[in-house]
């Protein structure tokens, strides 16, 4: 649909409808003498490149492709062109913490956080360690929760790593 938004083009009705094939003709042609940018986002699965990379040729416009995945072997996997693997490193301690905070407390004054959820709070991003997409997850599972909720979990420190316990009330 973006494609035809893009080009000011009416939608085809039958889009949906659409086979693989009629799909991939469409995006052959748009894509053939333009450099292009194509984002594959948290792929679990080599088929996805298999599938798309057929419509995605490769004209020496310099064209880019961008695959993001948490799993070795895909991200390693060559896929028949030239391929660079970029390791994301964790967050600081003090990044992953503005991350978190800025999203779980962002209807607060200022995005701060309550004083009496703070040494909760610091406790789950330690055990993020680092990883956005976990700061992120833990952020949503919290902001799911009432503030009576956050009151009845506890964060334990018996040993150097946090573990967290939650008590159901």
């Keep these: 649909m973006q494609l035809h938004k893009s080009r000011k083009e009416d939608i085809p009705a039958n889009l949906n409808a659409m086979s693989h094939t009629e799909l991939q003709d469409i995006l052959v042609n748009y894509l053939e003498s333009k450099r292009y940018l194509v984002v594959l986002d948290d792929v679990w699965d080599n088929r996805v490149w298999k599938e798309i990379r057929v419509s995605l040729l490769d004209q020496r416009l310099r064209s880019r492709i961008i695959l993001t995945t948490r799993k070795e072997d895909i991200a390693s996997s060559s896929f028949g062109v030239e391929s660079r693997v970029h390791y994301i490193q964790p967050l600081q301690k003090n990044d992953a913490w503005e991350l978190f905070r800025k999203k779980a407390f962002s209807t607060n004054h200022y995005k701060a956080c309550p004083p009496e959820l703070d040494f909760l709070a610091r406790g789950l991003v330690e055990k993020c ?26 964060v334990h420190r018996a040993s150097p790593q946090p573990s967290i316990s939650e008590h159901q009330g």
């Design 129 to 154: 360690e680092g990883l956005p997409l976990t700061c992120q997850f833990t952020q949503q599972v919290m902001e799911e929760r009432s503030n009576h909720s956050w009151g009845t979990s506890k």
